[in-house]
């Protein structure tokens, strides 16, 4: 009678190409752990407060919210004036909707280096309450260390690169907590207790985070610097090129579209005033050194009715005609993007001639926005905010039993990867293709790959005591 199966030495020869594949798994795993965490805390600490950026903002704005007056409101228009001329050399972004009179008037500027500031503005004195710096507020702080470090475009690119290798990390982790041999679930859904705590805790945490840890970083990539960049070349050679991106691609691209924003803004004659005379609301009388330049803004009171009529999703953002657009815009500025709508008011009649909203963009444009709405907590309230809460805890729990293992494991004069195999494994075409695919589809991930993979080669041939130490030389396979 005939029999089918493996020859013993096929077997043998599988089960040590299975063990090599692990044991080289295992070493990629520790090597983009052991670059990540770093940068995988920033992002955790930094996510986690930026999730909460409503309730953070309402709560430094207590002392401006339903002031106390004296006498009654003075308009829009006057409180704008009065904010224009405590910030000279700025221009007006936009005067941000508020439905209580008795809330201090947010009035966003920028100059012509793109730093924002707001001005808040009393409503019944017109006094200055305060002038803050945009990028000094804890929110935005946090948004710019979660995107860059406040490093610029390198600390960007530096993050982007972490958060690629992050992604192999992930990955690789889900292969190595896949069950091999086990009995019962212990280690696998839930840490067993003794002194298999600390890997279980690892795994199961890494399993469970796995999911929303790769949709935070696969959605976060439109706005890096050199994925979204390539994103956004390669929209230019689509139908959709004359599509207008609603996002920034790193710290220069925010600047460079801020900058933007102070050209496109109407000039008015507070430019032209001296110190004294616009902090003393005088900037109206000053000499006009912009040629027929309005001297003050009017038709914020007319335009914010029809923007309360309109129930646009907070923040509303009022911003006044400019050279390059004829009518008023009212921009709903929600972080839930779905929700966002522009209303084009015409600024003599004060009705809406244009009406733009989700529903109008491109597909991958509600792909990205639905992913980004959801990335930063506001797609489904509290809820999202709370997931996205977890997932940064889960993240820091990795980070901290990652070093712990390390460090209890790591023996003396090396840097405690898992060494490599005698044989090393071959490797099948799916994973080839999967490492080619992560390679071009991650462009940081791809170069830095082949820097890693010359890098261990020069080591292995010519750098024996560093071969060693990284975990690069051989060891037989134990029997």
């Known amino acids: 009678m005939l029999t089918t199966g493996a020859s013993p030495d096929r077997m043998t020869e599988n089960k040590l190409d299975s063990a090599a594949l692990y044991r080289m798994i295992w070493r990629w795993h520790f090597y983009a752990g052991l670059f990540c965490l770093p940068f995988v805390t920033v992002l955790a600490l930094s996510g986690a407060v930026y999730l909460f950026k409503p309730q953070i903002d309402a709560f430094f704005d207590r002392p401006y919210t339903h002031m106390s007056l004296a006498d009654p409101a003075r308009s829009l228009d006057d409180q704008v004036e009065a904010a224009l001329a405590a910030a000279p050399q700025s221009r007006i972004k936009g005067l941000e909707l508020r439905y209580d009179p008795a809330d201090a008037a947010r009035v966003h500027m920028v100059d012509a280096q793109g730093q924002e500031q707001r001005v808040l503005v009393r409503p019944d004195t017109l006094q200055i309450l305060r002038v803050e710096a945009e990028k000094w507020r804890l929110s935005t702080l946090m948004r710019d260390i979660h995107g860059s470090m406040l490093l610029g475009d390198a600390g960007a690119i530096a993050l982007e690169l972490a958060g690629a290798w992050a992604i192999v990390?992930?990955?690789?982790?889900?292969?190595?907590?896949?069950?091999?041999?086990?009995?019962?679930?212990?280690?696998?859904?839930?840490?067993?207790?003794?002194?298999?705590?600390?890997?279980?805790?690892?795994?199961?945490?890494?399993?469970?985070?796995?999911?929303?840890?790769?949709?935070?970083?696969?959605?976060?990539?439109?706005?890096?610097?050199?994925?979204?960049?390539?994103?956004?070349?390669?929209?230019?050679?689509?139908?959709?090129?004359?599509?207008?991106?609603?996002?920034?691609?790193?710290?220069?691209?925010?600047?460079?579209?801020?900058?933007?924003?102070?050209?496109?803004?109407?000039?008015?004659?507070?430019?032209?005033?001296?110190?004294?005379?616009?902090?003393?609301?005088?900037?109206?009388?000053?000499?006009?050194?912009?040629?027929?330049?309005?001297?003050?803004?009017?038709?914020?009171?007319?335009?914010?009715?029809?923007?309360?009529?309109?129930?646009?999703?907070?923040?509303?953002?009022?911003?006044?005609?400019?050279?390059?657009?004829?009518?008023?815009?009212?921009?709903?500025?929600?972080?839930?993007?779905?929700?966002?709508?522009?209303?084009?008011?015409?600024?003599?009649?004060?009705?809406?001639?244009?009406?733009?909203?989700?529903?109008?963009?491109?597909?991958?444009?509600?792909?990205?926005?639905?992913?980004?709405?959801?990335?930063?907590?506001?797609?489904?309230?509290?809820?999202?905010?709370?997931?996205?809460?977890?997932?940064?805890?889960?993240?820091?729990?990795?980070?901290?039993?990652?070093?712990?293992?390390?460090?209890?494991?790591?023996?003396?004069?090396?840097?405690?990867?898992?060494?490599?195999?005698?044989?090393?494994?071959?490797?099948?075409?799916?994973?080839?293709?999967?490492i080619l695919a992560l390679g071009v589809l991650l462009p940081t991930l791809g170069a830095s790959l082949i820097l890693v993979f010359g890098f261990e080669a020069i080591a292995r041939r010519f750098l024996p005591g560093v071969s060693s130490w990284l975990g690069l030389t051989p060891r037989p396979a134990r029997g």
């Open 169 to 434: 990390m992930l990955l690789t982790g889900l292969y190595l907590w896949w069950p091999r041999n086990s009995i019962g679930i212990g280690g696998v859904l839930y840490p067993r207790k003794g002194r298999p705590f600390l890997r279980d805790l690892h795994a199961v945490t890494g399993l469970y985070v796995s999911f929303f840890a790769l949709f935070l970083l696969v959605s976060g990539l439109p706005w890096t610097k050199v994925w979204g960049e390539a994103f956004r070349w390669s929209r230019g050679v689509t139908p959709q090129q004359q599509v207008k991106m609603d996002w920034t691609t790193g710290p220069s691209s925010a600047k460079a579209q801020r900058v933007s924003a102070y050209q496109a803004a109407p000039q008015i004659s507070a430019e032209g005033s001296n110190e004294h005379e616009a902090h003393d609301g005088h900037a109206g009388h000053a000499d006009m050194t912009q040629g027929p330049s309005p001297e003050r803004i009017v038709g914020f009171d007319q335009v914010a009715a029809v923007a309360r009529d309109a129930h646009l999703a907070e923040p509303v953002l009022l911003a006044p005609p400019s050279p390059k657009n004829p009518n008023w815009l009212v921009r709903s500025q929600s972080q839930n993007r779905p929700l966002q709508e522009t209303l084009h008011v015409d600024p003599t009649r004060f009705d809406v001639v244009k009406r733009e909203d989700f529903s109008g963009k491109p597909l991958i444009d509600k792909v990205i926005g639905v992913g980004v709405a959801a990335h930063e907590g506001h797609l489904f309230g509290v809820a999202n905010q709370l997931l996205g809460l977890f997932t940064a805890i889960s993240f820091l729990t990795l980070v901290v039993t990652s070093m712990l293992m390390w460090l209890r494991r790591r023996p003396a004069g090396a840097l405690g990867a898992p060494p490599a195999l005698a044989t090393p494994p071959r490797l099948a075409p799916v994973l080839m293709m999967l």
